[in-house]
């Protein structure tokens, strides 16, 4: 139904027997492909541009989540060029970083992005997301143990 690409990957949009919705195919994992005189099953209702807007690509559930951020000269530099969504807002700060307010899609994907930048970012909301961020980074340095 579609081709998509996310980065360096390229997505086939396409059903699958078995299921009724859409699922997406990372192109490089194919080994062959094989010309069929099968019929597709084609879906009458399915919008591309509805199907990304629900979030399937940002790999979550459709449910999205308003995050503030305040960030580091680096990254806020990164999003000017990159922004998080089209609602973003940045807002410099008097201590050199970056407010940043954006609509972004939640999933593990955002969580794995900003655990990524965790040196450059702290999360003010949502407190539940703050949290688990804490709590993650906090798991993470144990396993450090002590610098003695």
Known sequence: MAMVQRGPVCYLIATVEGY???????????????QTDAPSKVLENFNLQQYLA????????GQTLYLELE???????LLTETPLSPDMKLEPQQNGKTYIAAT???????????????????VLAPIELRDMIKQKLTAALSRYGSST
């Open 20 to 34: 009724n919705e859409p699922r997406r195919f990372a192109v490089h994992r194919f080994l062959r492909v094989v």
């Open 54 to 61: 629900d979030g399937a690509m940002a790999f979550s559930n």
């Open 71 to 77: 960030v580091e000269p680096v990254l806020a530099n």
């Open 104 to 122: 972004v899609h939640k999933g593990w994907q955002l969580n794995h992005w900003l655990l990524a930048h965790a040196n450059d970012l702290t």
